[in-house]
């Protein structure tokens, strides 16, 4: 069922979520690369970094570019992932919960996101497509457009990272349903309960970060999510994503 | 001597005759209709009737319906063919009540030559659920009859399709109904 009330949510979902995206691309215009910078020995860039990883501003700091110390620090250096904004995507496959999603088997996704990272958090903001991969009659696409915050508890190369977040997610579904009706003179047919909305989503994630010394990042991830929305009467939709992402 | 003088009076027979088996026939055409055009036979199509269909319904009330459908009886009809009315049309009729519970199953039709035209309509205490005409040629040789239907119901729909009717006759096999 459309309702109107819906797409206006949507309309301010999208300005909302867009007004979000530029303001964390204002905040770090360009693709700042913590290990490269390093190399290139620019204190301000160093000293961001060490402030970033909990050593707080310190006049030692600066003495990463000076004498003895130099070769010391720029090594503490590197063992402090960089830190790194950038557009990403992410590809993967979508497992519905129970009977959600239109009962479908299962299906995958695209997304796009936009990658937030300090040695010990990440923020990723994403809109993306899903759909079914399902060959009957069952289907569903969806359009989700979240924002998640990420604990990287390890400062390694390699992290296992955990978090969530929320947002709106547009689902369609369909499920065919065998019609029958008559006592005596039968008719038979497959219908579609057909069905849509936007609701309120919220979900967890656990995975690797993978590569952080790298200006390539990799992340491996299991997300759970929750969408607030009653779709053909049957509830709140809840489906798994397991994928890669890839961040520029 | 002319030649007509000699043919003529060998023909004369023969040319009379003709005419005269002519008038006969033309004036005597009641007496001969059915040497002169032979009358079509009606099919009896009395015998466990199972009915098969496709066809599509549309302009539900629950827009779920809408498509594509299959259309079948429960199981075989016993159909009996009664007198002819004045139009010589041959009636036909259900061999006995079909009823259950507070549901009723009502036919009614029938058949000139080959064509045939009859009606099912479901009654849910005295209120038809659905009802269609069937309108089709029997074909002796299969058994069958076979043509096009319409009517309406479930759900209000406007239903159109094909249908085909297979006749055994009564004793062949055990009526269901």
Known sequence: MYHSSSIRWGAWGVAAWAALFLLLVGIRPGVALGNESSKTGKPERAQQQMEDFGAGPSPSVGAVTKGSQRSVRTADAREVPGDLTGIGLWIGGILPGGQDYGNTSGGMGFDLLYWFERPHFAVQPRVGIHFDTDRSDHTFWEVPLDVGLFWLPAAGPVTPYFGG?????YIHEQRPVFLRTGTFLITEAVGFDRDSGLGVTVYGRFGFLLARRSSFRVNLNVDYAVTFLDLNGRGSPTCMAFGAGFVF | MDHLDIVW????????????????????????????EPRVTTADLSGEWTLRGEGVRDRCTDRLYEGEFSLRLASRLSVRQTGTDRQGLALLELAQEVKLDAVRLVMSGGVQGNRVEFSL????EGVAEVDFQFVGAYNPARATIEGEFSGEGPMGCKNGGRFTVTVEKSGQTGADY
């Open chain 1, 165 to 169: 977040g929320g947002g709106l997610r």
């Open chain 2, 9 to 36: 009076p060998l023909l004369r027979p023969v040319v009379l005759l003709w005419l005269g088996g002519v008038l006969l026939l033309g004036g005597c055409g009641e007496l001969f209709g059915d040497l002169l």
């Open chain 2, 121 to 124: 309509r479901e009654e849910v």
